[in-house]
């Protein structure tokens, strides 16, 4: 990565093109935030329902107040403890803010993320920069350029490649519009670092219920997912391993070809191609770091069926594991 690729980037945004970009979360897909046309592209790029609301990132308080109507005291904790980092605030809106950025909402999610590439080209495209994930809508988000590149082809003017995303989980989204915090989408920024901040959060449920509104659009899709359809096994983790082999014996008996995801520990169970490994089990940041990597894995594999080995702790980061892997799953869950 070079400071003028950087540049470049920025000049691109400014001209109302498409910028994928490095942050510490995934893959993100740029465009001038102030721009509805170049944003319009990121909904055609991504094949994204327009119903679905972009973060806004940016890179220094001072753009902030192009951005959000006012910033409660409660949000300005939150942007000092968190910011620059892996964590998008929802507060109402500046009408600057085109509505396709926000789906209309009168709320916008905002975000100042913790990596110099994104940092250097938001501050030198000089203007508060929607993103959303860099891949196709509903594909496994980004944590590799490649994956940018795999996705998006010549619908991106550029894909600046910083490597590997460090967390390798969308950020943590926190609703602070109304009159108390909710959190609409786990991540790297904890449900108990919130709690430091503000008190008790309210887990807004993963799972739309048909009849209840539903508080942020993005939740109602089914995000995260391979091609093959993935089930989720819980339960002691012997009695996963028990349960994955045997399904693996029936499945393979029809014909099938079986993908498992389990953890380092139990690979030697599953000794063949088809295996994936998220990592030493209940280390969630090595989870978190190869998921959406194994998803895709799963996909050039063709397999026909993954069965995964579900996270076993909600604590800390454990909780945007369990998440992912929920809608990764389709909620398709089995208790063993
Ligand atoms: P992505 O950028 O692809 O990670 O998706 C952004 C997520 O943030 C989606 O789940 C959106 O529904 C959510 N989001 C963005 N803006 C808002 C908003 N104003 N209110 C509630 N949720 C939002
Ligand atoms: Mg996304």
């Given at each position: 990565?070079?400071?003028?690729?950087?540049?470049?980037?920025?000049?691109?945004?400014?001209?109302?093109?498409?910028?994928?970009?490095?942050t510490?979360?995934?893959?993100?897909?740029?465009?001038?935030?102030?721009?509805?046309?170049?944003?319009?592209?990121?909904?055609?790029?991504?094949?994204?329902?327009?119903?679905?609301?972009?973060?806004v990132?940016?890179?220094?308080?001072?753009?902030?107040?192009?951005?959000?109507g006012?910033?409660?005291?409660?949000a300005?904790?939150?942007?000092?403890?968190?910011?620059?980092?892996?964590l998008?605030?929802?507060?109402?809106?500046?009408?600057?803010?085109?509505?396709?950025?926000?789906?209309?909402?009168?709320?916008?999610?905002?975000?100042?993320?913790?990596?110099?590439?994104?940092?250097?080209l938001?501050?030198?495209?000089?203007?508060?920069?929607?993103?959303?994930?860099?891949?196709?809508?509903?594909?496994?988000?980004?944590?590799?350029?490649?994956?940018v590149?795999e996705?998006?082809?010549?619908?991106v003017?550029?894909?600046?490649?910083?490597?590997?995303?460090?967390?390798?989980l969308?950020?943590?989204?926190?609703?602070?519009?109304?009159?108390?915090?909710?959190?609409?989408?786990?991540?790297?920024?904890?449900?108990?670092?919130?709690?430091?901040?503000?008190?008790?959060?309210?887990?807004?449920?993963?799972?739309?219920?048909?009849?209840?509104?539903?508080?942020?659009?993005g939740?109602?899709?089914?995000?995260?997912?391979?091609?093959?359809?993935?089930?989720?096994?819980?339960?002691?983790?012997?009695?996963?391993?028990?349960?994955?082999?045997?399904?693996?014996?029936?499945?393979?008996?029809?014909?099938?070809?079986?993908?498992?995801?389990?953890?380092?520990?139990?690979?030697?169970?599953?000794?063949?191609?088809?295996?994936?490994?998220?990592?030493?089990?209940?280390?969630?940041?090595?989870?978190?770091?190869?998921?959406?990597?194994?998803?895709?894995?799963?996909d050039?594999?063709?397999?026909?069926?993954?069965?995964?080995?579900?996270?076993?702790?909600?604590a800390?980061?454990?909780?945007?594991?369990?998440?992912?892997?929920?809608?990764?799953?389709?909620?398709?869950?089995?208790?063993?």
């Amino acid at each position: 990565m070079n400071e003028q690729q950087i540049a470049l980037g920025a000049k691109y945004l400014r001209e109302g093109r498409l910028v994928a970009f490095p942050t510490e979360t995934v893959y993100g897909l740029g465009a001038n935030a102030f721009d509805a046309t170049a944003v319009n592209r990121i909904f055609l790029a991504k094949g994204r329902p327009a119903d679905n609301p972009l973060i806004v990132h940016i890179a220094d308080y001072a753009t902030l107040p192009q951005v959000v109507g006012r910033v409660s005291p409660e949000a300005e904790r939150l942007m000092r403890a968190f910011w620059p980092g892996p964590l998008s605030i929802v507060l109402p809106r500046n009408r600057q803010i085109p509505d396709i950025v926000t789906a209309g909402l009168d709320t916008v999610a905002v975000r100042w993320p913790n990596h110099p590439v994104a940092t250097a080209l938001i501050r030198q495209a000089g203007v508060p920069v929607a993103a959303p994930s860099a891949n196709r809508s509903g594909r496994p988000s980004p944590t590799l350029a490649q994956h940018v590149a795999e996705d998006l082809g010549e619908q991106v003017d550029l894909i600046l490649d910083a490597g590997q995303a460090a967390i390798g989980l969308e950020s943590t989204v926190v609703d602070l519009s109304a009159d108390k915090p909710i959190l609409l989408r786990p991540g790297a920024v904890t449900v108990e670092d919130l709690e430091q901040i503000l008190g008790a959060v309210e887990i807004a449920s993963t799972r739309p219920t048909p009849g209840q509104p539903v508080r942020s659009p993005g939740m109602k899709y089914t995000h995260y997912a391979p091609r093959a359809p993935l089930y989720l096994y819980l339960g002691e983790p012997d009695a996963v391993v028990q349960a994955q082999g045997a399904r693996r014996r029936e499945l393979e008996g029809e014909g099938k070809r079986v993908g498992i995801l389990t953890y380092d520990e139990f690979r030697h169970a599953f000794p063949d191609s088809g295996t994936l490994s998220l990592g030493r089990y209940n280390r969630p940041s090595e989870a978190a770091q190869s998921l959406y990597q194994l998803l895709r894995r799963f996909d050039e594999q063709n397999v026909d069926v993954i069965l995964a080995h579900g996270y076993p702790s909600a604590a800390g980061l454990g909780l945007a594991l369990q998440n992912r892997l929920l809608k990764a799953a389709g909620y398709r869950l089995l208790w063993v």
